[in-house]
C-alpha cells in the first residue's frame, strides 16, 4: 500500500510535501485498526472522494506508471479476493 501512495506522490505531490517541508509521521505504539478501515466499534461507513486528474505518460513517469499498473493488477488479481474470502469466513463466524 505504501508502495502505491509513493506512486501516486510521485505523479501527482501533495501541496504541502512540494517544498521539502519536514512532515513527521505520527506513531503510536497501539494500532489504529481506523486507518486501516477496522471501525473500533464494529460499526461504520466507508466514504470515498473520487477526485480524477488526468496523467500523461511521458518518459519521465513511465516506469512509474507502469508500477501503478502492475500493483493495481496484483491487488485485483491476489489481495482483493483474499479479502473477498476473509469476509465471507468473518460473517460465517459471526464475529
Known amino acids: 500500500m505504501q508502495e502505491l501512495e509513493n506512486c501516486f506522490e510521485l505523479l501527482i505531490p501533495k501541496p504541502e510535501g512540494l517544498f521539502g517541508e519536514n512532515t513527521e509521521d505520527n506513531y503510536s505504539e497501539e494500532p489504529d485498526f481506523r486507518a486501516h478501515g ?23 513517469n513511465a516506469v512509474i506508471i507502469e508500477k501503478l499498473h502492475e500493483n493495481c493488477t496484483l491487488i485485483n488479481s491476489k489481495y482483493l479476493p483474499l479479502v473477498k474470502s476473509w469476509i465471507k469466513m468473518v460473517a460465517k463466524t459471526g464475529m
Open 38 to 60: 477496522l471501525p473500533s466499534s464494529g460499526q461504520g461507513a466507508i466514504s470515498v472522494e473520487v477526485n480524477v486528474k488526468e496523467i500523461t505518460k511521458t518518459e519521465d
